[in-house]
């Protein structure tokens, strides 16, 4: 008998994504959405939250950030005993507080995919584990429903922080980078005359574009990206105006230095390679 689970959320990108691959795998799967229409071949719909929920053995989250405890709190009473309750947000602290108070009929797996609906296989992605109450138990499930992706294990706290620069850091220097290069008139004019490193950089914030302003705006909403974006915006204070001032030397120590740290975890010139093979295949 296959095993049933629901979709919440299932007509955003990540919803469908996922309700693809279990469909894939022989799930039976359901899918929920109130904002989107659902699609997929051999998707059941679901008429109401709770409707879609109660003969699920998993549920997974697919909701924004914001609503995810609140629909925790709405569910978990109305699951079946043994559910697993899959939650996926790019934000932990508060999701793993109300994860933490369901029944304890109710398996909870708290992840976070660090891929998007554009990924053709599960087979090595990174994802997530934010352990909350058999830590061991979860992990050994979230691996068996998602096998051959690699997984690492790190409490809430510690994935918000590293998330802050890993998706906010990024998505909030892309998001002004996308701002500025969108109000440029001469736009072909611009890619006629870039290089590498502008036409990489353009691409990427091009492709994070394509998310929803719901999930960007969740992303840089994350409270501990504060610290890294103003360090952020006092190094580039600090460093126009020590260019401003010509202290040249000042501005070339922060590089050397910039180059110093980054040596000692990473080869700049394999990075290098990587960046132009890059290129090459997508200018092919």
Known sequence: MKKKITIIGAGGQMGQWFAKYFAAN??????????????????????SLVGGILKADYVVLCTPTRRTP???????????????????????SKVVTSLSK??????????????????KSIKGQNIISVPIKDAKKELTVAKELFDGANFVTIDAVEHDKKIAVILG?????????ANIIAKDEKMSLTEKMSGTTFRVQKILAESIMTESPELIETII???????????????????????????????IDYIKTCQEKLSSNTNLEDSYKKLTKMVNVIEK
């Open 169 to 177: 850091l990024t998505h909030l220097m892309n998001l002004v980078f």
């Open 26 to 47: 022989d799930f039976e799967v359901t899918g929920y959405d109130t904002e989107n229409k659902i699609s997929g071949k051999g998707i059941l719909q679901a008429d």
């Open 70 to 92: 609140e629909i925790i709190r709405l569910i978990a009473k109305e699951m079946k005993r043994g559910t697993y309750l899959i939650e996926i947000s790019s934000e932990k």
């Open 221 to 251: 909403a994350n409270p501990e990206i504060r610290r890294v974006a103003e360090e952020l915006w006092k190094d580039i204070g600090r460093l126009l105006t020590a260019v401003q001032e010509s202290k040249t030397e000042e501005v």
């Open 102 to 119: 369901m029944p304890a009929k109710i398996n909870p797996i708290c992840i976070h995919p660090m891929f998007g609906p554009g990924a």
